[in-house]
């Protein structure tokens, strides 16, 4: 099996008995040359010397696939991902005064353009989940220059699934529920027909203005909130994975179901 440094030098597993090359593969980083890329370390058998596999990449499988998706959908993505590079994204959700739902709700973030960095599922958003199981979300946004590893209570990262025909399948709302633990807000933004806004969610754009966009339904904290309001504690999606799979059926029929009956745009 050869393998290329990252120095661009190549070897054969043969020249791992060879002292000079050794020394410039230990002193190299070593990656496999092949389909599914792994680093290496040389190992000086002394009959049959070898590269052992070090690391893995941790995109092997998609969970749930890949699914179809409608023209708008991809349009609507590469408009979102456009506009809100361009001049920034208001991210916002309904709440209610006196019963009636309030026409602007609260902002969640609020930010300029080149504050986030942005990606679109075909450029840069599969997240892993371990065990080389990784989701590939719609549209992704994070803190384009933050003092810390990981996204913060103040700047979290964005997370925008465009739903038309499917919402996300059981395994992957798992996942990103999970991710809503970890200061990720994931917006559920419904488009229908080839509007790019639904009844359930709104995507503004005004002349010389930061885009708007108002969804009804979040993922925040490991719970389902749908116009700013947590689902109750007896019907908040479990933790416990067999757990979430009965939630998920009922959810999906009674809910969801609900949701794709609306066909006011």
Not at 225 to 235: A, F, H, L
Request: proline share 6%.
């Amino acid at each position: 099996m050869p393998a290329r440094g990252q120095s661009g030098r190549e070897y054969l597993d043969t020249d791992i008995a060879d002292e000079a090359k050794y020394r410039l593969m230990k002193d190299d980083t070593l990656w496999t040359i092949g389909a599914e890329e792994e680093q290496v370390f040389p190992v000086r058998h002394p009959t049959k010397p070898y590269f052992r596999r070090f690391r893995v990449t941790p995109f092997r499988q998609l969970i749930d696939g890949r699914k179809e998706r409608s023209e708008t959908h991809k349009k609507c993505i590469d408009f979102l991902l456009r506009n809100i590079r361009d001049r920034g994204l208001k991210l916002s959700t309904p709440t209610f005064e006196n019963d009636a739902r309030t026409a602007d709700g609260q902002v969640l973030l609020n930010v300029a353009k080149g504050h986030y960095q942005w990606w679109s599922d075909t450029n840069g958003t599969r997240i892993p989940i371990g065990f080389g199981r990784y989701i590939q979300p719609d549209l992704c946004g994070r803190l384009a220059n933050g003092d810390a590893f990981a996204p913060s209570l103040k700047w979290p990262s964005l997370i925008i699934e465009v739903i038309d025909t499917h919402f996300p399948e059981e395994n992957t709302l798992f996942e990103l529920l999970k991710l809503s633990t970890q200061n990720h807000i994931v917006a559920l933004h419904f488009i229908r027909a080839r509007a790019y806004s639904s009844y359930w969610s709104q995507l503004e754009t005004p002349e010389g203005k930061r885009p708007t966009l108002r969804v009804v339904h979040l993922l925040v904290d490991g719970n389902l909130v749908v116009n700013g309001v947590p689902y109750e504690e007896k019907r908040a999606p479990p933790s416990d994975r067999a757990a979430f799979a009965r939630w998920y059926a009922g959810f999906k029929s009674v809910e969801l179901a609900r949701i794709t009956a609306a066909k006011k745009d």
